[in-house]
């Protein structure tokens, strides 16, 4: 039972560029949700998904896409990466009233 | 969405109680409240929740008055491991938008 698993755990971009951050869970969570984390700021939501083939805009949605195809797994897509997206981002999941499970996270750089 | 109000930092030393109050003005009558624990290039986890009046486990307990517009998370005893950002979240049984805000930052000092 892996739980959340998020790949890569680093990552290092070129402006312009894009590239999928992978988020995989194994424990049939409904609500699957991503975030990013710069230096001494709190945790700010993305996107997140309610369920297979539905998916929502968090607080800083702008740059990314997210599909859910699966219940699964829930990609987190930069279309061309910005030295403002340069960030940790965090994949959490969570099912009714229980809490969130969190992925160990990606720290992506871009430069 | 329950928008939750925490201090942003604070400062303890190891062996006291520290507690950490968060104000949930607009709390839903079947929102329940989560505190979770983020250590520096971790995910948050989960400590405690509760519903109403108090809350223990082997780690925290959390105390809610009766108006549930606020809640306190209390660490027993603290030690320098216990130096971590503390989230307040409310609502987190709806199908929502879960936001996490900036948390509480504490730093025990020794």
């Known amino acids: 039972n892996a739980g959340v698993t998020q790949t890569p755990k680093f990552q290092v971009l070129k402006t312009g560029q894009s590239m999928t951050l992978q988020c995989a869970q194994d424990m049939n969570h409904e609500y699957m949700s991503w975030y990013r984390q710069d230096p001494g700021m709190g945790l700010r939501l993305i996107h997140y998904?309610?369920?297979?083939?539905?998916?929502d805009q968090g607080e800083v949605p702008n740059g990314y896409n997210v599909s859910r195809s699966t219940t699964e797994d829930f990609p987190l897509r930069l279309l061309s990466a910005a030295p403002s997206q340069t960030s940790v981002y965090f994949c959490?999941?969570?099912?009714?009233?229980?809490?969130?499970?969190f992925g160990s996270g990606t720290r992506l750089t871009v430069v | 969405l329950a928008k939750t109000t925490q201090p942003i930092s604070m400062d303890s030393y190891e062996g006291q109680e520290v507690n950490i109050t968060c104000s949930h003005n607009?709390?839903?009558?079947?929102?329940?409240i989560t505190w979770y624990q983020q250590f520096p290039s971790q995910g948050p986890r989960f400590i405690i929740q509760g519903y109403k009046t108090k809350v223990t486990n082997e780690v925290a307990s959390l105390f809610i008055p009766a108006d549930r517009k606020s809640s306190t998370l209390s660490l027993p005893r603290v030690s320098l491991s216990d130096t971590a950002v503390y989230y307040c979240?409310?609502?987190?049984?709806?199908?929502?938008?879960?936001?996490f805000g900036k948390g509480t930052r504490l730093h025990i000092l020794p």
């Open positions: 959490a999941t969570r099912q009714g009233w229980d809490g969130y499970t």
């Open positions: 998904s309610v369920g297979a083939g539905i998916t």
């Open positions: 607009n709390i839903a009558t079947n929102d329940y």
């Open positions: 979240l409310v609502g987190l049984n709806r199908d929502d938008k879960i936001i």
